[in-house]
């Protein structure tokens, strides 16, 4: 009963701070509306919503885009059929005239009570787990095969790709979170009453719902899939459309390029969300999530605040869902 109550007063206050948050983030964008807001969106004082840094050229097109995605598909499909899946790893698989006579001799309270077998939990909980392993596997071995393509090829290095974090990434990020997230939360809240949210990880924290499982999930869904969706994305993706759009310079040398065409966003972003087709509603306010997400990386050319916003989320979401299936609510 105590550990229920730790659940409760956890989920509680979870919701608290998500409340907190879209009040914060609606204030800040009535006084920036108002002309009062003494800071912007990544918590600089400018006239910019949001600030501009100056980028270098890009050293990735749409090309690496293209062959990251292809990457996480062959290694998908091949854990696909490597690793066992829950029926395969049953001590015995009957044979087909097994299977007929068994059907034919069957009773129907038999035929009913078999029905239900190949529906169990565990059944279900493992088909999620593998799952969740092939997806974690196939997106770690393409982000660093795709870090190594790169280097090969066009010499660039984690700095050069805007992964290695500093304090103003940080900061940034942080701020940033407060203003995306309020408008982002705020239509999660309305569509999700239309259309009921559906996805493999909070799928398989409503079977399994132990600590072990809980941690396993953090890191895959809040530090590694925030990391490789934003640098797919963001910085392959929208920024190997920019290069089409806004030519950056020649040379390698820090300048002060700014791309404002928002067009290569608005494609990253529809095609974000097709890629989070059939979880619901979640494609829609993840379009805009996106959106958000691409302006952050189109003014500042700073991978790290976009990171920061995304495993926010998806940390605040996982731990929600975490304590609300423990306190049974």
Known sequence: MQRVNLFEIGFIA?????????????????QWWRGRGQRNLCGDVSPDLITRLPQPRPRWTVFDFLLMFGMMILVGASLQQSLPTPQQETDETPTAAEVVEQAVDATPEEASAEEASTKDPSDRAAKLRSQVRIHFIANLVAFVLTLLFLRLTQGATLAHLSLVPNRDDVRRGLFATVWILAPVLLLNLLVSNLVQYEHTVTNLLAEESGTRTFLALL???????????????????????????????????????KPSTAWPIYVTSLLFAAMHWGQGAAPIPLFFLSVGLGFLYQRTGRLVPAIVVHMLLNAATLCMEFCRVNAGL
């Not at 030519?247 to 300048?255: K, Q, V, Y």
């Open 14 to 30: 979870i919701s608290l701070t998500v409340l907190a948050l879209l009040v914060a983030g609606g204030v800040l964008w009535i």
């Open 219 to 257: 890191v895959s869904a809040a530090c590694l899939t925030p990391i490789v969706e934003e640098f797919q994305f963001r910085l392959l993706l929208q920024g190997g459309l920019q290069q089409i759009a806004d030519p950056p310079p020649d040379s390698d040398a820090m300048s002060f390029w």
